[in-house]
């Protein structure tokens, strides 16, 4: 089975701190993305990354960047949390190949006070 | 940009009576998933419909795609309490990978004993 493994379930940080969200897969997959899930507003695409360091904007990438340094890691950084970043961050990967379903990691819920 | 609209939002259903949702998009999709998260959990994939016009089974769960493949529906008969959760459609636009997969905003499901 597919593990993605987030490194926080809650976190409460202040405004302005920078904040690192981490994000590993053992299954080898080229894919890994960054969501955030708001009531109403679904999931919402932050970022994506197809390779090592390769790193690519999706609706939403305001406040925030990632960095993929190695293949099976895929790290979000808020530079300076806000109180409007305060969400469920969900971590997603996926193979290669086309259309291939997205295995998610259990979410790290962020409250920025 | 691409749009996919779930409704209803919240459905409270008897057990035992059926549940729909429908899924729109603004624009014609290559093809489209389905997820499922229950509370507190992640959304866990449950199926990928690609041809127009195909209709996919799992047990009480039935899914389709419209011949425009532009919707989809999701239909439970006899839902039971482990149906609870909210269901997620996903929608890819084109066939250039899962960065254009851009999720609906889901359907709430509660049963009621």
């Known amino acids: 089975d597919v593990k993605v493994t987030q490194s926080s379930r809650y976190l409460v940080k202040r405004t302005g701190e920078k904040v690192f969200l981490e994000c590993v897969q053992d299954m080898d997959h080229e894919n890994m993305f960054w969501y955030r899930q708001d009531p109403g507003l679904g999931l919402r695409l932050i970022y994506f990354s197809y390779d090592v360091k390769m790193k690519e904007k999706g609706d939403i990438p305001e406040g925030y960047s990632v960095s993929r340094e190695k293949k099976e890691r895929f790290s979000l950084i808020l530079e300076s949390a806000s109180t409007n970043q305060t969400s469920m961050y969900l971590c997603a990967s996926s193979h290669g190949t086309d259309n291939s379903p997205l295995h998610f990691g259990n979410g790290t819920r962020l409250t920025v006070t | 940009g691409q749009q996919v609209m779930q409704i209803p939002q919240y459905q409270h259903v008897q057990e035992g009576e059926d549940f729909t949702t429908y899924c729109n998009s603004s624009?014609?999709?290559?093809?489209i998933q389905w997820y499922k998260q229950r509370p507190g959990g992640h959304p866990v994939f449950l199926i990928q419909?690609?041809?127009?016009?195909e209709v996919k089974k799992q047990k009480r769960l039935t899914f389709q795609f419209g011949e425009a493949k532009k919707n989809s529906s999701l239909h439970i008969t006899a839902t039971q309490t482990t149906d609870v959760g909210t269901y997620f459609c996903?929608?890819?636009?084109?066939?250039?990978?899962?960065?254009?997969?851009?999720f609906g905003t889901g359907t709430r499901l509660t049963i009621i004993p």
């Open positions: 419909l690609v041809k127009s016009g």
């Open positions: 624009t014609t999709l290559s093809n």
């Open positions: 996903a929608g890819l636009e084109n066939n250039f990978g899962n960065e254009k997969l851009t």
